[in-house]
T-cell receptor, first 112, second 116 residues
Framework: QKEVEQNSGPLSVPEGAIASLNCTYS??????FFWYRQYSGKSPELIMF????GDKEDGRFTAQLNKASQYVSLLIRDSQPSDSATYLC????????????FGAGTRLFVKA | EAGVAQSPRYKIIEKRQSVAFWCNPI?????LYWYQQILGQGPKLLIQ????????DSQLPKDRFSAERLKGVDSTLKIQPAKLEDSAVYLC??????????????FGPGTRLTVL
């Protein structure tokens, strides 16, 4: 079982719709959870992090965490063509310090 | 604020050759990471430094890969000898470090390595 699993996609949504990206993780001791966006040929950049159960909103983005189900999601409201990218879910697990495990990413395509 | 710097940006070598990558983190960042990202996959942590000490190198193929972070600032990652499967983008990232679990990592532009 992979430590962090994501659907590879591509996920295609029309402009203005809500995009829903999902991620599951295997380590129950995971401490915090991150969503990174990676444009083709570019490096990952952090969108949001969350470490408490529930929702966290930042502009058009909402991260949702359910530790009991070992599930974290990212909602993008009013999707724009510029949101087209790969979205990487990352989990910090405690190993003395902290170690970050990335999922393989979900490709999102927003159609104009 | 200057970002994470990496060089070179691209490198093409033949198998069994050696190669080295350089990274300069954001000033004041104690933690430095080297990731390998193969096409279509997420970044895989190779090694993590806290200042100039190694925190995690469990996924570093130590028979061919080595890394150092002298003086707790710049870092180099070396591959010797390279294999075809080492073709990937090598990403360096840095973060403030410390005990927080939500430590934002800032990534450099990466080095794209092609092994022929």
């Amino acid at each position: 079982q992979k430590e962090v699993e994501q659907n590879s996609g591509p996920l295609s949504v029309p402009e203005g719709a809500i995009a829903s990206l999902n991620c599951t993780y295997s380590d129950r001791g995971s401490q915090s959870f991150f969503w990174y966006r990676q444009y083709s040929g570019k490096s990952p950049e952090l969108i949001m992090f969350i470490y408490s159960n529930g929702d966290k909103e930042d502009g058009r983005f909402t991260a949702q965490l359910n530790k009991a189900s070992q599930y974290v999601s990212l909602l993008i409201r009013d999707s724009q063509p510029s949101d087209s990218a790969t979205y990487l879910c990352a989990v910090n697990i405690r190993t003395g310090g902290f170690k970050t495990i990335f999922g393989a990413g979900t490709r999102l395509f927003v159609k104009a | 604020e200057a970002g994470v710097a990496q060089s070179p940006r691209y490198k093409i070598i033949e198998k069994r050759q050696s190669v080295a990558f350089w990274c300069n983190p954001i000033s004041g960042h104690a933690t430095l990471y080297w990731y390998q990202q193969i096409l279509g996959q997420g970044p895989k942590l190779l090694i993590q430094f806290q200042n100039n000490g190694v925190v995690d190198d469990s996924q570093l193929p130590k028979d061919r890969f080595s890394a150092e972070r002298l003086k707790g600032v710049d870092s180099t990652l070396k591959i010797q000898p390279a294999k075809l499967e080492d073709s990937a983008v090598y990403l360096c990232a840095s973060s403030l470090g410390g005990t927080r679990s939500f430590d934002e990592q800032f990534f450099g532009p990466g080095t794209r390595l092609t092994v022929l």
